[in-house]
């Protein structure tokens, strides 16, 4: 029995993707269990490129997925990414649902529009998916659940009082309830066949000694709780939302890989410590591709910072981690790492809670010297240029976790593992 997290360690865009389509091939089935489709994982498969959004990464391999109760589903997008995988040759018929999950609906995305409208200047840079408001609609209780929108006349009655209700709070929503019925009812009876209790699913997987991979989304610093509030998402997207975003208990879990990239980047507003603005910082990004898989938004771009990532190491358990995109920082002369910041003449070594410290910290650096090689041809870690070694030496000493695979290319076989977890 084993029960693999993999987690985003930074603010999301780490390349968890790639690892867990690593990852995939070695599991029996493949959960996510947090998030919407405000969030994506870009595969490469059969030499072509996916974008996914909602599904998990293991669609490639096993086919056999979770779609966990944690997580907010948008029935028109995930019947679209199914379409768009299935155009593609590659089959969805093992996908299983949560009658947990909660449903995305047109008045969310509404809502969304609206509320970023409203704050103006103070906007928190979301992706007007209605990822927010649903989860606020979980919480105010008076969501919508997958068990009831497949349930057509249950989901009518459900529609109507809530939509009625959100009327109230926002007498600008122009989406009626008999529109959305009619269009989300036919997409209810496409979905109907893949929703089932999730917990009762996995439990019966674990009984059975199958490899589960847990996929996070984002990243541990936009968690609700342990991110850099305000700007953070909705939900707990490190391995701290496994138990109750998948329904099984913590002890099922035995390896939890954080993704870093050997630099950081974030996107949307809010504090970033470490950031590189002007040239250097356009050149990581170019090199880096760093536009949003979703939205197709410039991320910023920083140095790799420590502090940030033992923070998701404490939060989230790490065992080890995956280093992605080394090979971006190839032909530097000098390469900074954040090891602590200072605050108020005092050097601190976690985020402040607030936004208003964490915007006023300064980080402190160690300089390492950079490689000219190209490392993109890698083959183990021996082959790794001195000074690229102890780069990924230094990190591991910084953040008390060692570095179990590495990244110098986007390709699967650019993947270097230096120890298996399944």
Not at 56 to 81: C, D, Q
Not at 198 to 211: M, N, P
Not at 404 to 414: A, C, E, K, L, N
Request: hydrophobic share 35%; aromatic share 8%; net charge negative.
């Amino acid at each position: 029995m084993a029960g693999v997290v993999v987690v985003g360690s930074q603010w999301g865009d780490e390349g968890k993707g790639k690892v867990t389509d690593y990852l995939a091939q070695q599991a029996d089935l493949v959960v996510r269990y947090s998030g919407g489709n405000n969030a994506g994982h870009t595969i490469k498969f059969n030499g072509q490129k996916f974008a996914l959004r909602l599904i998990p990464s293991g669609i490639f391999t096993t086919g056999e997925v979770v779609l966990g109760n944690g997580m907010v589903i948008n029935p028109k997008a995930l019947l679209e990414e199914m379409k768009y995988l299935n155009d593609a040759g590659i089959k969805t018929d093992k996908m299983h649902i949560s009658d947990r999950a909660h449903v995305t609906l047109p008045y969310h995305i509404e809502i969304d529009e609206l509320e970023e409208e409203m704050r103006g200047a103070a906007s928190i840079g979301t992706t007007k998916k209605g990822i927010g408001p649903t989860y606020v609609d979980k919480y105010d209780r008076i969501g919508i659940r997958v068990g009831e929108f497949i349930n057509e006349p249950l989901f009518k009655k459900r529609l109507e009082e809530t939509l009625a209700f959100k009327k109230k709070q926002y007498p600008g929503l122009q989406c009626t309830a008999e529109e959305i019925f009619e269009e989300y009812k036919e997409y209810a009876k496409v979905i109907k066949p893949m929703v089932c209790d999730t917990g009762i699913f996995l439990d019966e997987a674990f009984q059975a000694k199958k490899k589960i991979l847990f996929e996070g989304a984002q990243g541990t610093m936009l968690d609700i709780d342990y991110g850099t509030y305000p700007y953070v998402t909705s939900s707990n997207p490190g391995a701290n939302g496994v138990p109750s975003g998948a329904s099984i208990g913590p002890l099922y879990l035995t390896d939890v890989v954080g993704v870093i990239k050997a630099y950081t980047t974030r996107v949307g507003s809010g504090a970033f410590p470490t950031e590189i603005e002007g040239e250097l910082g356009d050149y990581i990004r170019n090199a880096g591709n760093e536009f949003g898989t979703v939205t197709k938004r410039p991320r910023r771009i920083g140095w790799f910072d420590a502090v940030v990532v033992n923070q998701s190491r404490r939060m989230a358990s790490l065992t080890g981690c995956s280093l992605m995109l080394l090979d971006v920082l190839s032909g530097l002369d000098t390469i900074k790492i954040c090891t602590a910041y200072m605050l108020d003449g005092k050097e601190i070594h976690g985020l402040p809670s607030t936004i208003e410290e964490l915007e006023r910290v300064e980080p402190v650096y160690v300089e390492l010297p950079g490689w000219k090689e190209d490392i993109t041809n890698v083959t183990s870690f021996e082959e790794l240029p001195v000074n690229a070694q102890n780069y990924i030496k230094k990190i591991e000493e910084l953040i008390h976790c060692p570095v179990i695979m590495f990244s110098v290319g986007p390709d699967r076989t650019q993947t270097i593992v230096l120890k298996e977890v399944f």
